[in-house]
Structures are given as structure tokens and as C-alpha cells.
């Protein structure tokens, strides 16, 4: 079993976008399981410092709730607060800031959760963009199998390697996508021995086709709301 030092070395290809590396990869007789374990322990440690600079955020935030409070009781003194009262005593702020106190605790748990999904969220990407470049790849021509593809594409996880900064409050990070589509790139390309611009569509075809998916999913959810509110009426 290969150390963690081995895993480490190996999860930085796709974020210095080693060409030897995914050669290397394509080659392993154990690129399927070392892949996942990549992608496996990137999503983790981006996991971990997400938890903790989310947890640095909270601290570091005034606390909400007395923020809401503040702001109900001005509104509670002002003139028009107190006209509507005047005309229908049973007006009340309250119901809205109700609502509003949990929507913010919603808000201040729902990075904690995405943070602790991190993981299992890198890995069906990871599998769901691997199957559909891989059946790309072999249509344009390409000879490496599937296995070869995941275990390729998974050091291109390696770009994830910047959302370690998301570890500083407040922090964020740009440019992931592009060195991670750079990376799959390298990766089919090395694991097909696809020609340049065949490995370039063999990249994007994966994007554009799950895009497309999400808005005929996005207007077929929309054209279902509408039926189930028309037959409403």
C-alpha cells in the first residue's frame, strides 16, 4: 500500500499540470483505485479547512440574531410602523422576523454541511464527468479504457488544492474550474492518445452536455409548478 507521502505527490499533478504524471497514471496498473483515493483525499482536506474558516466565520461575525433585534426595534418606532399599528392593531413584525431568524441560522449551517459533503460531492463529479468524457474520448477516436480515464481525470482534482486558502475567513478562490478542465484535458489525452483538438472536445463535451441536461431538467421542473398551479385554480 503506497503512503500518503505517494498520495500527496500524486494529487499535485493536476495542479502543476505535470504532463509525466498523467502518462505515469495511465500506466498504473492501480489507477482506478489510486484516483479515487486522490480525489478521496483532496475532498477532505478542502473538507476540513472549509469547516474550519466556516467556523472562524461564525465566530468572527457579530451575532445575528442581536443584529435582528436592532433592526426590529428601530423599525418598531418608526412612523410608519406605528401608523399601521394605529389602523389595525393586530400588526406585528414579529411573523417576519421570525421567518428571518431562520433563514440566517439556515445561512450560518449550510456552508458547515456543504463543507462536511465536500468529499462525496468531489467524487460523483469526479465519476459522473469521468463516464461521460470517457464515452466522449472513445467516440472521437480514443483507445484508453474507462478505468484509465477515471484514473487520469482524477489527478485533475488536483486543482482543488486552492480552495485549501477557503481555510482563512472570508476567503475565496477563483479560477478552479479552469485549471481542473485543463487538467481533464491532459488526462484524456494521455489516457486516449487523443490528437490535440479531439482531446479538447473530448473536455468539453462533458460540460456542455451536463449543462444542457440542467436546463432541461431546470424548464421541466418550471412546467411542472405551472401545471400543478394552474390545475390548482
Known sequence: MESLNYFLRLSTAGLL???ESFRMQRDNPSTLRDGFVVVLLIGVLVGVASIIGN???MLAMPDPQAFLDVIKSHLERAAFVTELQRGNPGFSLDPVFDQLTSLVDILRWSGLIGAVMTPVVY???WLVYGAVAHVA???LGGEGSFAQTLGCTALASG???LAVVQIVPFAQVAGTTLLGLIGCYLGLRAAHHLPAWRAFWA???GPIFLGLLL???GCAALAVL???GQGGR
Open 203 to 205: 473536455t468539453l463535451i
Open 17 to 19: 499540470l505535470d504532463v
Open 159 to 161: 486543482a482543488n488544492w
Open 215 to 217: 436546463i432541461v431538467l
Open 55 to 57: 467556523l472562524l466565520s
Open 123 to 125: 467524487l460523483i463529479s
Open 137 to 139: 474520448a472513445r467516440m
Open 226 to 228: 405551472i401545471a400543478v
